[in-house]
């Protein structure tokens, strides 16, 4: 069964940086479509940042150029690294994976993705 841990979470002002790491564990991150997504108060969730299984990446535009997803393939680990922080970017952050063929199009589409780390809250005030 895959598992998925974050970690990385925290307060910081605005402007600032964090970076958020994802553990999986069960199987390997090869095999699977997988991504950041987060949901904020009385909001629905949404994706972040999704990676494929050959590399090519999808960001949300609303952080483009200041958003980066990795993986780390001998940690199986996923990371996300945020700079230049705004307090609109405050919510719980989970990691997602899919073990289907997402179509090009759908890739940020969360319905696809089945499996979900308990998640991670950031906070930036301003």
């Known amino acids: 069964q895959v598992r998925l841990v974050e970690s990385g979470g925290g307060s910081v002002q605005a402007g600032g940086s964090l970076r958020l790491s994802c553990a999986l564990s069960g199987d390997t991150y090869s095999n699977y479509q997988i991504g950041w997504f987060r949901q904020a108060p009385g909001k629905e969730r949404e994706a972040v940042v999704v990676i494929g299984r050959f590399g090519t990446t999808t960001y949300a535009e609303s952080v483009k150029g200041r958003f980066t997803i990795s993986v780390d393939s001998t940690k199986n680990t996923l990371y996300l690294q945020m700079n230049s922080l705004k307090p609109e970017d405050s919510a719980m952050y989970y990691c997602?994976?899919?073990?289907?063929?997402?179509?090009?199009?759908?890739?940020?589409?969360?319905?696809?993705?089945?499996?979900w780390g308990q998640g991670t809250q950031v906070t930036v005030s301003s």
């Open positions: 997602a994976a899919s073990s289907s063929l997402i179509p090009r199009e759908s890739v940020l589409d969360q319905h696809w993705y089945n499996f």
